[in-house]
């Protein structure tokens, strides 16, 4: 079974904190994936990568920043925490089989930052 | 561009009775489409994916779906519901993103309640 695994289930932290989300899956896939889910809003895609060292910017990427040094690990940062950052976050893995075709994502259990 | 519209945010049906989620699609070449469900404080699941090999797609739990090209729909359906399918459920549509990857757009979420 793929496992995807988060550093933290629930955070706080205050305005102006530098936050570190981690994530680590064990199924050795290329590409990773940050997303926020917010009520009413679904899930939006923060930040991907699909090599180590390589990242693209998503959907919402304002405010965030990624690292990949290694290909099992895949950090989220926030340089400075802000109220309107208060959200759930959850990573995802999928393997990476060209372009043509599209590879389910696996998700891990989700981070719920507060930010006061 | 890729998108899906679930056309409820909630759902409401007594135990042992059909389930129907509805979610439409937009997409400018033959999309992959994918129902997950998310439980109260759990990751995301994949329930099933369609990747047009066949119209009907099976998946887990009993859940089932079917892609209408000509109606742009892909609906979640269920025949009988049980207590445990309340959950949240997205339809999400792939699309390409940057290296080659693709990147899964979701829908809003219906949030599905099962009454004894």
């Known amino acids: 079974d793929v496992k995807v695994t988060q550093s933290s289930r629930y955070l706080v932290k205050r305005t102006g904190e530098k936050v570190f989300l981690e994530c680590v899956q064990d199924?050795?896939?290329?590409?990773m994936f940050w997303y926020r889910q917010d009520p009413g809003l679904g899930l939006r895609l923060i930040y991907f990568?699909?090599?180590?060292?390589?990242?693209e910017k998503g959907d919402i990427p304002e405010g965030y920043s990624v690292s990949r040094e290694k290909k099992e690990r895949f950090s989220l940062i926030l340089e400075s925490a802000s109220t309107n950052q208060t959200s759930m976050y959850l990573c995802?893995?999928?393997?990476?089989?060209?372009?043509?075709?599209?590879?389910?994502?696996?998700f891990g259990p989700g981070t719920r930052l507060t930010v006061l | 561009a890729q998108s899906v519209t679930q056309l409820d945010s909630h759902v409401s049906v007594s135990e042992g009775t059909p389930v129907l989620l509805r979610c439409n699609y937009s997409?400018?070449?033959?999309?992959?489409l994918f129902w997950y469900v998310q439980h109260p404080n759990k990751g995301l699941q994949l329930l099933l994916k369609?990747?047009?090999?066949?119209?009907l797609v099976k998946g887990i739990n009993g859940f089932e779906a079917e892609f209408k090209k000509s109606e742009t729909s892909f609906h979640l359906t269920k025949p009988s519901a049980h207590m445990s399918d309340a959950a949240e459920y997205f339809c999400?549509?792939?699309?390409?993103?940057?290296?080659?990857?693709?990147?899964?757009?979701f829908g809003t979420g219906t949030l599905l309640a099962v009454q004894p």
């Open positions: 999400v549509v792939s699309t390409l993103a940057g290296g080659a990857t693709n990147k899964l757009i």
């Open positions: 990568s699909y090599d180590v060292k390589m990242k």
């Open positions: 995802a893995s999928s393997l990476w089989r060209g372009q043509a075709r599209t590879d389910t994502q696996y």
């Open positions: 369609y990747t047009s090999a066949a119209t």
């Open positions: 997409s400018s070449y033959s999309p992959s």
């Open positions: 199924m050795d896939h290329e590409n």
